[in-house]
């Protein structure tokens, strides 16, 4: 694995807002404008796409754990993955109100370390 800062292609022409990677250091999932997931499992060398189901730009990504991802978005939009970022499902059940987002995102994590 390559250490230091290098330019990647993602394989996606959409803007990127958001990137995390699994503990490993080679999983690692990227979100942006209009919906757009990608992710790798080499480290960055290759990035793949994914189905988001959603249109919604979407903002930011984190692992909670070495399987479960999530990413939040416009909106409200609040997705899920429980495979390492593969696939994923749209919470529509916990969608939170846009105006809320920040504050939400913020104690939804503290609440799951």
Known sequence: M????????????????GVAFRRDGR??????A????VRTADAGASWAARTS????????????????????????????SADAGATWSDRK?????SSHLVTSYAVFCLKKK
Do not use: E, K, P
């Open 2 to 17: 390559r250490t230091g800062w290098y330019l990647q292609t993602s394989g996606t022409t959409a803007d990127l807002a």
């Open 27 to 32: 999983v690692g999932v990227a979100v942006g």
């Open 34 to 37: 209009g919906g757009t997931i």
């Open 53 to 80: 189901g959603t249109t919604s730009d979407l903002r930011d990504v984190w692992f909670a754990s070495d399987a479960i991802v999530y990413a939040v978005g416009a909106g409200g939009t609040l997705m899920r």
């Open 93 to 97: 059940s916990t969608r939170l109100n």
